[in-house]
C-alpha cells in the first residue's frame, strides 16, 4: 500500500469517527468491569460550539479515551438543557419575525413552536462536538425535557415541598426586565460602571396633631428646613416611603420622628432611625424604596413601612409611580433629574462609580424587585455537602477551589427557583378557587387531594377540572432541573434501584468551568446526598477560562473568538485539540494562539513522516546479529525512556495535569523517538533493517501512539492501523494500556549525556562552517569511559565521528564543551578570535554563576525543602553540582587564555 506523503486530515477524521460509531466503540451497558463514568455538563439547546466547548469536552474525551485504554467500562453521558431564558427569547424572537407576539398565543402554541426551534437547532452542538472528536455514547443523548427527565423534575419537586424544603412567598428577587423572570443571585453578573449620584432635597415638615391636620401646605414654597439625600436611582424617589438616619448621627437628631415631603408627588413620609445607615456615605441619609432595594426592604419590614413599586415587570414606570407612566426606567431617570432640577429640588450630581447587576442571560440591569416566588430552602441541603467536600468525598482540583466553595455554602441563603415563563417544567402547584393550592404530580392526584380536604366547597364538585384548579404559570429554574443530571441520565429519581443507577453511579469525574461552581455543581452534590444519599461524583476538575494571547477573554463583542469548525478544517481535530490542551495548564486560564493549532498540525506530519521512514525500511535478516547488537544500546535506552514516560504520564492524570503529560508524550515523541533514536537505527543506505530491531521500533511506535491517543485519536488511529496488519476489531482507541514498570534512571540519565555529545560535535560543526559529511576527531577525558566506549559506534555513526580517543590531559588548541564532569575536545583548524572567545566563555561564566544563586537560593528555602518531593530536592541538589562543576572548568579555560 502507498503512504500518502502528507497526513490529511479531513476525510481520515470523518472516516475514522464513522468507523469508531459503527463498531459501537463508544457504548457502554454495565458488565463485571469497573465502570468509569463522565457525564456532560449540557451545554444550552441554544448553544454552538465556541473555544470553551472546545477546551471542556476535548479534556473529557482525554479522559474517556484513557480510561478505555486502562481497561475501564467507559461511559460518557453527552446531553443538552433546555436553557430555559436563552430558548425562550430565541422563539419570541423568532415569532417576531413572523409578526407574532407570544402574549397574542395561548402556551400550548407557544410550546408547540419551542418544541420545532428545539427539533431543528437543538442538537446542532452536539453534532459538532463529533468534528472534534468527542467518544461519547451517543445512544445515551438526554434532555432535560425528555418525558423521563421532566417526571424526575416534579417528582423531587414534590418531594422537597412535602418535606417542607420548598416554600412560597412574597420576597425580594433579582428581576430581568427583558426577559420579565426571576434569576437567582448566581445569575447576577456585577460589573463596575461609570455612573451619577444625584443629591436631592426634601422638605421636612413637623408631625401634625390630632386637631390641625398636616401642618404642610404644598403650595407654600417658604424657606422651611430640608434634608437632603444621595441616590443614584432618582426614578425610584416616586417609590420612597421614609427617609432614614443613624440614630447617633448628630446633623440628624433634631429631625428625628419628623415628616419629609416626597419632591415631585409631596407625598409625606416620616424620618426614620436605624443602625445600617453608614453616617459616611452620601450626606448620611438614605431614601427607603422597600419595592426597589434589598436593604430597603429589610427596614422597611423593621419599621412597618408600605412598599410602593414604581415599575412594571418590563422595567418602565408603572401606574403607582404616579409621573412617567410606560416610560423606560433609565429615560425616566432623566426626566425625574430635569423635573427635580426646574423644581429646585436638585443640590448637585456627581460622578460615581458603582458595581451595578447584569443578567448573565440577557446583560439586562437587574432590578430589585418584591415578588410572589417559590423558594428551596438550602441550609439543611448543604451541609452533607459541605462535608463531602471537606472530607474529600469530592475531590476538587486544583484544590485552591475548595475554599471558594465552603465560603458560598457556608453563607448560602434560599435559592429562588421559580422562573415567569413558558418553556420549562411547570411548576407543579394548582390553585383552588379560594385562592388555596396543592401541590402535586398531576393534574388528577391535585383533584384527587382536593376533594379529600376538609375545607373542600361541595358547590366545587361541580366544577369541571380546569375551574376547580389551575397550574401555576411559571417555570422551574433551570438549574433546578441539571442539578439532577447524573442521576436522572441514569434514572435514578423514577426508578431509585435500576441496574445503571447502581452501576454507574456515583460517577467519576465531572469536568467544568469554575464559573458554575455554585449554579450547578454545589446543587449536584446536595441533591446527590439527598437522593441517593451519596455524591454525584468522586472528583472535580475545573477548567480554566479560554482568553486570547494578550490575556482578553473571548467574547463576540471583541472579536477575538475563532470559529472552531474552521480551525478544524485548517489544521485539523487533533492539531486543534493539541492546541487547547498544551496551553491550558490544571485550572489555571489558557491563553489560545492558532500557532498553537500550527504546532500540533506540525506535531502530526512529524510522527506521519517518522512512520513513513520506518514504514520504508527494507527487512534484512543477513545482517540480523551484527545489526541487532550494533542497535541494542539505543533499543534498551528506549525502552527505558518509555518506561520512564508512562510513569510520568501516569503521574499527571492523577493531578489532571493534562497539559503537561502532553508536553512530555510531544517531547519523547518528537526529540527522542523522531530525532534520535531512529537517526540511531536508521541503517545505511542499502544496507536494510535487521527483524529484531524493527519489531521493537514497531513496538515502541504502538506504545506512543497509545499513550497520544486520547489527546490525538485521529493521527493515531490512522498510523496505527497503517503501521501493522491488525484484525477488525484491533482500534487503537481499544488498545490497552501496559502495566506500568520501573525505568532504569542511570541508563536514561547516562543517554542522554550521549546524545548531548552529539549535539555539541554537530554545533561545532555548525558553528565552524563545516559540512556534515566532514569527519572529525573526538578526544574525551572522562572518569567513566566505559560509558562512550559502548555508545561509540552510535555517536561515529550520527555525529560523523572518525577517531575516538580518550585522555588524561586538557587538549590545547582544539573546541571543547562539558557535559556535568566529563571534558570534550574536537579539534578544528578554523582561525578563532581568543578575544572573542573569551568573551564568549564570560558570559558563559556569568550565566552558570546566576544559575547556581537561583539553584542555592531555592535549595535555602526551607519552605521549598520542607514540601518538595525528595526527588524533586535531589534533581535540584544534582544542578547546584554540575553547575559548581562547570564554574570550575570554565575559569580554569579562561586561565589558559591569559
Known sequence: MEIPKTFEPPAIEERWYNDWMNKGLFRSQPDEREPYTVVMPPPNVTGVLHMGHALNNTIQDILIRRARMQGYNACWVPGTDHASIATEAKVVNLLKEKGIHKSDISRDEFLSHAWEWKEKHGGIILQQLKKIGASCDWDRTSFTMDPDYYASVIKVFVELYNEGKIYRGERMVNWDPQAQTAVSDEEVIFKEVNAKLYYVRYKV????????????????????????????????????????????????????????????????????????????????????????????FEIGKAHGLESINVLDADGKMSQTAQLY????????????????????????????????????????????????????????????????????????????????????????????????????????????????????ESKDEAVKIAKELDAFDPEWEFY????????????????????????????????????????????????????????????????????????????????????????????????????????????????????????????????????????????????????RLVKGWELNDEIKHKSSRFNE?????????????????????????????????????????????????????????????????????????KLLHPFMPFITEEIWQ?????????????????????????LIKNTEKVIEVISWVRYLRSEAGLSPKVGLELYIKSDNPMLYRQWEPIITKIANINYVSFVNERLDGAKSFTIKTDEFFVPITVETDPEEERQKMQ??????????????????????????????????LQKKADAETKIKQLEESLAQLG
Open 722 to 746: 497503517t503501521l501493522r496488519t491488525r484484525k477488525d476489531d484491533d482500534f487503537c482507541m481499544m488498545a490497552q494500556l501496559p502495566e506500568l514498570k520501573k525505568a532504569n534512571k542511570e
Open 633 to 705: 544500546k539505543p533499543v534498551q535506552w528506549f525502552e527505558n525512556k518509555l518506561y520512564s514516560l508512562q510513569n510520568e504520564v501516569d503521574d499527571y492524570f492523577e493531578e489532571f495535569r493534562l497539559s503537561e503529560a502532553l508536553h512530555a508524550i510531544y517531547k519523547v515523541f518528537w526529540d527522542d523517538f523522531c530525532s534520535n533514536y531512529l537517526e540511531m537505527i536508521k541503517p545505511a543506505p542499502g544496507s536494510g533493517m535487521d527483524s529484531v530491531t524493527f519489531e521493537h521500533t514497531l513496538n515502541f511506535f504502538d506504545e506512543l501512539l
Open 464 to 611: 369541571t377540572e380546569d375551574q376547580l384548579l389551575k397550574q401555576e404559570e411559571d417555570v422551574l429554574d433551570t438549574w433546578f432541573s441539571s442539578w439532577l443530571w447524573p442521576m436522572a441520565v441514569f434514572n435514578g429519581i423514577l426508578e431509585p434501584d435500576n441496574v445503571e443507577i447502581n452501576y454507574y453511579y456515583p460517577t467519576s469525574v465531572l469536568v467544568s468551568g469554575h464559573d458554575i461552581i455554585f449554579f450547578w455543581i454545589a446543587r449536584m452534590i446536595m441533591a446527590g446526598y439527598e437522593f441517593r444519599d451519596k455524591e454525584p461524583f468522586n472528583e472535580v476538575y475545573f477548567t480554566g477560562m479560554v482568553r486570547d494571547k494578550q490575556g482578553r477573554k473571548m467574547s463576540k463583542s471583541l472579536g477575538n473568538s475563532p470559529d472552531l469548525l474552521n480551525l478544524i478544517e485548517t489544521f485539523g481535530a487533533d492539531g486543534v485539540r493539541f492546541g487547547v490542551i498544551v496551553s491550558s495548564p490544571a485550572g489555571n486560564d489558557l491563553l489560545f494562539d492558532e500557532k498553537l493549532c500550527e504546532q500540533g498540525r506540525n506535531f502530526a506530519n512529524k510522527i506521519w513522516n517518522a512512520m
Open 205 to 296: 415638615i413637623d408631625k401634625p396633631d390630632s386637631t390641625t391636620g398636616w401642618l404642610f401646605d404644598p403650595n407654600d414654597a417658604g424657606d422651611g428646613e430640608y434634608i437632603t439625600i444621595a441616590t443614584t436611582r432618582p426614578e425610584t424617589i416616586l417609590g420612597d416611603t421614609a427617609i432614614c438616619v443613624h440614630p447617633d448621627d448628630e446633623r440628624f437628631k433634631h429631625l428625628h420622628g419628623k415628616m419629609a415631603i416626597v419632591p415631585l408627588i409631596n407625598r409625606q413620609i416620616p424620618i426614620i432611625t436605624d443602625d445600617y445607615v453608614d453616617m459616611e456615605f452620601g450626606t448620611g441619609a438614605l431614601k427607603i424604596t422597600p419595592a426597589h432595594d434589598k436593604n430597603d
Open 325 to 440: 407612566i410606560g416610560k423606560d426606567r433609565f429615560i425616566a431617570r432623566k426626566l425625574i433629574v430635569k423635573d427635580l432640577e426646574e423644581n429646585g429640588a436638585l443640590v448637585k450630581i456627581e460622578e460615581y462609580q458603582t458595581n451595578v447587576g447584569f443578567s448573565e442571560r440577557t446583560d439586562a440591569v437587574i432590578e430589585p424587585r418584591l415578588s410572589n416566588q417559590w423558594f428551596c430552602k438550602m441550609a439543611e441541603l448543604a451541609r452533607p455537602a459541605i462535608d463531602a467536600v471537606n472530607g474529600d468525598d469530592v475531590e476538587l482540583y486544583p484544590p485552591k477551589f475548595k475554599n471558594v466553595y465552603r465560603h458560598w455554602m457556608e453563607n448560602i441563603h434560599d435559592w429562588c427557583i421559580s422562573r415567569q415563563l413558558w418553556w420549562g417544567q411547570r411548576i407543579p402547584a394548582y390553585y383552588l378557587p379560594d385562592g388555596k393550592f396543592i401541590v402535586a
Open 843 to 876: 558570559k558563559e561564566l556569568e550565566y552558570a554563576k546566576g544559575f547556581l544563586s537561583s539553584v542555592s537560593a531555592k535549595l535555602s528555602n526551607e519552605r521549598f525543602v520542607q514540601n518538595a518531593k525528595q526527588e524533586i530536592i535531589d534533581t535540584e
